[in-house]
């Protein structure tokens, strides 16, 4: 007698830390309870994760998580499956927190369903700090007394100027010609180029992960991180869920926060946005098998249950509201909410990508060799509009 068809098993590709991979497969196994699928995880490096084409794994895997400034070449290479329309988008938008639906909508189709919401905000050790520092001149005080670090290797160095335009009043202009303006960005950079003289030289090769693994050593002389991406892992009791290759004992918590002030009664915004989508490769033969897991994780029943507990950073509004979520993080959602309401969507056109990179690259070289900063923009720009053409 037939006993019909096996359950599918999809292939997963994620990003290699505990925030990124704990909640996947905390899902995957009530998943598999639920409808017998089976959802075997693999992980790529955050370097791997920001810049790697997205299209080369489309060839290998069934669900992807993918960073949303990938959609426009995504879209010219149709190597995801739609799941949606820009009205199906509309309609769900409010389930999430800031721009993090919209982020994953390209040419009037949803490319990706966001399971983690992130921007740059500021981090602080609260068992050193009662608060973290208000302003600029505060914070390079205490970068001054060796007490502070700032991921800065790209495209970390990127976000951050992006970030500071933004608290200048004048965030990135997608359309162009000038991504960020001159005259403001100047600004932004010598403020980079000023801290990034004061602080210890080998942020220019740490990324979020390798600040805040630092940051979280209980003997650390790091109290204060200014523009870093925030991430929840380490603000839970024990702070135990760490990089892969680190030690898991006990680590002094990590708080953050919304960012500093750099003009006295502005708004904070223009943060750039980060965060992750859960996609479908095109040429799945299990489409619609994931699909369905696609759409179950980014929904209110697993971000605010399972997702959530296993360490995840929720991209749903009603997680990030939720009242044991905070309590277990330092009120990590409550403390970042405005800012990353307000955060800044980069551009998402094919061709993104390649400027990224190259900009981030010449902006270290900027940084490293104290370059102007009417020549460093200028380069920056033109490296927009030979992509943005």
Same mark, same amino acid.
């Given at each position: ?5 096996? #359950? ?37 490096? =955050? ?24 959609? %426009? ?8 499956? #739609? ?108 403020? =980079? ?27 650390? %002389?790091?109290?204060?991180? #200014? ?16 990089? #892969? ?11 953050? %926060?919304? =960012? ?37 994780? @980014?929904?209110?029943? @697993? ?25 277990? +993080? ?38 490293? +060799? @104290? ?19």
């Amino acid at each position: 007698m037939s006993t019909g068809p096996e #359950p599918a098993l999809l292939r997963g590709m994620t990003w290699d830390h505990p925030r990124g991979y704990d909640p996947l497969i905390a899902c995957s196994a009530l998943w598999r309870e639920r409808t017998g699928v089976r959802i075997e995880w693999e992980r790529r490096s =955050l370097q791997d994760f920001e810049s790697f084409p997205v299209a080369r794994l489309a060839e290998r895997y069934d669900l992807i998580v993918i960073d949303h400034p990938h959609v %426009g070449q995504i879209t010219r290479l149709r190597c995801l499956a #739609p799941l949606g329309s820009d009205t199906d988008a509309a309609c769900l938008e409010k389930e999430y927190v800031g721009a993090s639906l919209p982020s994953y909508v390209w040419e009037g189709t949803l490319w990706a369903l966001p399971i983690d919401a992130a921007a740059q905000v500021q981090a602080w050790r609260p068992d050193r700090l009662a608060h973290p520092p208000a302003t600029w001149a505060a914070m390079l005080e205490l970068a001054a007394a060796g007490a502070v670090l700032c991921p800065l290797r790209p495209p970390h160095d990127l976000m951050a100027l992006f970030t500071l335009c933004g608290l200048l009043g004048s965030p990135g202009r997608v359309d162009g010609p000038d991504l960020i303006a001159p005259a403001t960005a100047g600004i932004a950079y010598e403020l =980079l180029r000023e801290l990034s003289g004061l602080i210890d030289p080998a942020c220019l090769g740490m990324d979020p992960i390798a600040v805040l693994e630092r940051m979280s050593e209980p003997e650390s %002389g790091c109290v204060s991180s #200014p523009l870093i991406y925030g991430y929840v892992s380490y603000s839970g009791r024990g702070s135990s869920a760490h990089a #892969p290759g680190v030690s898991s004992s006990p680590r002094a918590r990590v708080a953050f %926060g919304d =960012l500093l002030h750099l003009v006295p009664g502005a708004a904070r915004r223009g943060s750039a946005l980060g965060g992750t989508g859960i996609a479908v490769a095109a040429s799945s033969p299990h489409r619609d098998a994931a699909i369905g897991f696609a759409r179950w994780v @980014a929904g209110p029943e @697993a971000q605010c249950g399972p997702y959530v507990q296993a360490g995840g950073q929720p991209a749903s509004r009603a997680a990030w509201e939720d009242v044991a979520a905070n309590e277990a +993080s330092l009120d990590f959602y409550r403390n970042t909410r405005a800012t990353l309401e307000s955060a800044w969507l980069r551009p998402r056109h094919a061709g993104y990508m390649r400027f990224q990179r190259a900009a981030s690259a010449r902006l270290r070289e900027a940084l490293e +060799s @104290a370059e102007p900063a009417r020549s460093a923009i200028a380069a920056i720009n033109r490296l927009y509009q030979d992509v943005h053409r």
